[in-house]
């Protein structure tokens, strides 16, 4: 008896599914098989290359691919390279690498770990964001969104890290500080390009219903886009024509409204101001101008100052103080709020601080107190608020927005939180944004024709800290002639965000080397979209987003015929080092495979990677863990081989255990319990051993049916056994298997229920009963006779029950 042989089977199969791979297009009867896309996550090929927290992902996107190949279909399982980006462009700056040198050997010794996992990649669909054939499309879709007017111009303060030198997008700023160095972000005023995501807003909220996707992340992207009903009204201004237009959520409100606050960037901020107020009112703008959004957002003590201007709420005609604080964004609702300090609480610390009145218009039993001590936004008995006196808040609220449009004081409206995405970057390593500066024509979209519009060599990557990248410093390249007028031009200098190859990846996989269409609509309507994605849940708003966005788009011009890319999302859980720490080269707790596997085999750490946990928790490492599910194996080897030379005939047991086997392995599959079905594994194979051990052996049936099983966990054991049991085919031609519940059950015994020596009744019960099942059923079908004090309870096995009553 051979023992197991980790490196030996594994060596052997590799090569062998090299030259034959596993993952064909049409089945043994020559029919076309039905295809099933499973994605994962494409990883960024940084220079530290892969820990076992990254297996994780490849390793569960596997297993459910090659479970989905078994069930016959064609698996369309890709793998690529998000690589624009700021880790290569700031290791080029530090030793001189040009990033498309470093982005390469990142990516080979990346593929040299992956393919260590031996999963089913398809490497012809290889893409690759930096490529240039791969960007003429990422610039194409830009072009696109160009000519359709979702992408365009504009000047205003954004989001700025001061040590990356880059504007940023709200979604890149993580509690006031730059998501990548973590440096506080600050404000500058700078010419961007956005897109106009806030047109799909309310396609992105509404067709989230139609995902298979965890709850928490479609919650986290409808809050994110953040639909509101509320109302407009209009605020006359004392000694002034234009009106000051508010947003709010809460007209019911209205009565209580007691000043006025507008945000230092609204249009009428200065012009408020008074002679004695001037120069209070300029400095407070110019101060609020280098706060971040997120630092305005946070509840810190209240800044403000009082315009010296006046208002007049239009339900009660008094006289409202304008202020300005930066409490109040410029870019939501209007810009502008009515503040209400009894029933909100940002209105009530502010009327707190500057003393201003608080006049209560929601009570609970419908009596205003004498003094609030803090906000009531709850619901109520509406009171102090003419006309509407006596109703139920909650009621108003709905029925306001149309009472103020039916007086003409204002309309009812929808925000959204989702602002247009800030998608220029002044950094080189990035798709230069194909647009030509012109005096007379203005921004002018580079030819479809020649896309792509390569990134040049530069001397220096250095961010300039001007608000330029260091295109900006190219003149051959930077100047141009206008496509339109022919006239001398300049080039846009600006980058994409890394976000932006990603968005759309997915779609190029399929179709990876066309270069008449980003995918062909033939190839589209075959291979489209994904079925299932696999990643981890840090991108549920930013990458998930983007890519929804996209998507829309590109089926509005006509490119895809969906508008969804991901049917279906799992999430999986961080592997962190001990006490839960990330795993990091900075922290030097990062766990690599390639000793791992040395020692144990893929096999047995692929079983591990699964075995630490439910895949969507976070669970932490212990290499010690792997020597279980390396024993696991080695006894599954045992009993494959000590039963090959017993050939023994099923028995009755077998096939129960063959049964229960395949429908625990498929149940924990399907719900994505991938751990519990390796603690299955250990079970059924406990289990298997007993009975060999009184039977001499497992039937070849049984151990076949196993090693199916085992094959999208353990793909190289799995064929290993196949073949040791004497099949000639590869174990991924067998089909998933299926059980039937009525082999699964327990045999029933009829055993009768004595009283006193008397029988009483009959009773069905499973043969394998414990002593105590047997006499709790026993004593359950005889209850009702059972009137006196028991004194013994006998249980003779598989033969009789006898209760002595007195
Ligand atoms: C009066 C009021 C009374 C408000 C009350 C709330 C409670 P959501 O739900 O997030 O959309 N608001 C409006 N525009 C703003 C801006 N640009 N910056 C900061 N705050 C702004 O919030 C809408 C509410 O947030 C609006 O309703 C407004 O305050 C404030 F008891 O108006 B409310
Ligand atoms: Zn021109």
Not at 175 to 182: D, H
Not at 677 to 702: C, Q, Y
Request: charged content about 30%; hydrophobic content about 35%.
């Amino acid at each position: 008896n051979t023992p197991y042989n980790h490196k030996a089977i594994e060596k052997k199969w590799k090569e062998r599914w090299e030259k034959n791979p596993v993952n064909t297009k049409v089945d043994r009867d020559g029919k076309e098989k039905e295809k099933y896309y499973c994605l994962d996550m494409f990883p960024y090929p940084s220079g530290n290359g892969l820990h076992v927290g990254h297996w994780r992902g490849y390793v569960i996107s596997d297993v459910w691919s090659r479970y989905k190949l078994q069930q016959g279909y064609y698996m369309i399982h890709p793998m690529g390279w998000d690589a624009f980006g700021l880790p290569a462009e700031n290791y080029a700056i530090k030793k001189g690498v040009h990033p498309a040198i470093s982005t390469e050997e990142n990516v080979r010794n990346i593929k040299r770990q992956i393919n260590e996992i031996s999963a089913l990649y398809d490497w012809d669909r290889e893409v690759n964001t930096t490529d240039p054939e791969f960007y003429k499309w990422t610039q194409w879709i830009f072009v696109k969104m160009f000519q359709e007017g979702l992408a365009y111009e504009k000047e205003f303060p954004i989001n700025w890290c001061p040590s990356c030198k880059t504007g940023l997008a709200n979604e890149e700023v993580v509690g006031g500080q730059c998501e990548r160095c973590g440096t506080e972000v600050t404000k500058k005023n700078l010419r961007q390009w956005m897109l106009k995501i806030t047109n799909y807003a309310e396609r992105l909220l509404a067709d989230l219903d139609g995902l298979n996707w965890p709850e928490k992340v479609k919650k986290m992207q409808a809050d994110w886009i953040g639909k509101s009903y509320g109302s407009e009204v209009d605020f006359a201004i004392e000694g002034r024509e234009e009106k000051l237009t508010v947003y709010t959520t809460r007209p019911d409100t209205l009565y209580g409204a007691t000043f006025m606050v507008l945000a230092p960037e609204h249009a009428l901020a200065k012009e408020l101001a008074t002679e004695e107020t001037r120069e209070a009112v300029e400095q407070y703008i110019y101060d609020a101008s280098m706060k971040s959004n997120v630092d305005r957002m946070q509840d810190k003590e209240k800044t403000g100052v009082f315009t010296g201007s006046y208002a007049i709420n239009p339900l009660n005609g008094e006289r409202v103080p304008i202020w300005l604080s930066d409490y109040v964004l410029v870019d939501y609702g209007t810009g502008a709020i009515m503040c209400v300090p009894a029933h909100d609480e940002r209105d009530f610390a502010f009327a707190t601080k500057f003393g201003l009145p608080i006049v209560q218009v929601i009570a609970k039993d419908g009596k205003a107190a004498e003094k609030l001590e803090e906000a009531y936004t709850e619901s109520g008995i509406v009171v102090n608020s003419g006309e509407w006196n006596g109703m139920d808040s909650a009621v108003l609220k709905k029925e306001a927005p149309h009472m103020i449009e039916k007086r003409g004081l204002g309309r009812a409206t929808v925000n959204y939180k989702l602002r247009d995405w800030v998608f220029s970057r002044q950094r080189y390593w990035g798709e230069p944004i194909p647009i030509i500066h012109c005096e007379d024509c203005g921004a002018v979209a580079v030819p479809e024709e020649e896309l792509p519009l390569r990134l040049p060599e530069v001397e220096s990557y250095e961010p300039t800290g001007t608000g330029e990248s260091p295109l900006a410093g190219i003149e051959e390249w930077v100047n141009c002639t206008c496509p339109k007028c022919g006239k001398p031009a300049k080039r846009e200098t600006n980058t994409m965000p890394q976000w932006a190859g990603s968005s759309w990846y997915f779609l190029r996989y399929v179709d990876n080397h066309n270069d008449e269409a980003l995918v062909s609509k033939e190839v589209a309507s075959k291979m489209l979209p994904v079925d299932m994605y696999i990643g981890g849940v840090e991108h549920a708003v930013l990458h998930l987003l983007y890519s929804r966005f996209y998507t829309k788009f590109l089926y509005d011009i006509g490119a895809v015929d969906f508008e969804e890319p991901f049917q279906k999302l799992f999430n999986q859980g961080m592997i962190t080092g001990k006490n839960g720490i990330k795993m990091s080269k900075s922290k030097g707790n990062v766990v690599s495979p390639d000793d791992l596997v040395r020692d144990y085999g893929c096999d047995s750490l692929r079983m591990y990677e699964l075995f630490v946990g439910p895949p969507e928790l976070d669970a932490e490492w212990d290499d010690r863990g792997i020597d279980g599910v390396n024993r696991f194996l080695k006894r599954v080897w045992k009993l494959l081989m000590d039963s090959k030379e017993a050939e023994v005939a099923a028995t009755q047991e077998m096939i129960k255990e063959r049964h229960r086997l395949i429908y625990d392995i498929t149940n924990r599959l399907e719900t994505f319990s991938l751990n519990t079905a390796i603690s299955g594994f250990m079970e059924h194979n406990n289990r298997l051993l007993e009975i060999a051990k009184k039977e001499g052996g497992i039937d070849k049936e049984t151990l076949s049916v196993m090693a199916v099983l085992l094959s999208p966990f353990a793909p190289h054991m799995a064929e290993e056994m196949w073949e040791q049991l004497g099949h000639d085919t590869s174990v991924f031609e067998a089909g998933w298997p299926t059980y039937e519940e009525a082999l699964m059950k327990d045999d029933e015994i009829e055993i009768p229920v004595q009283i006193n020596g008397k029988t009483k009744a009959v009773i069905s019960v499973p043969a394998e009963i414990s002593k105590e099942d047997a006499l709790l059923a026993g004593k359950e079908a005889v209850a009702d006779k059972l009137t006196g004090t028991l004194v013994k309870e006998i249980y003779v096995p598989k033969k009789i029950i006898n209760l002595v009553q007195k």
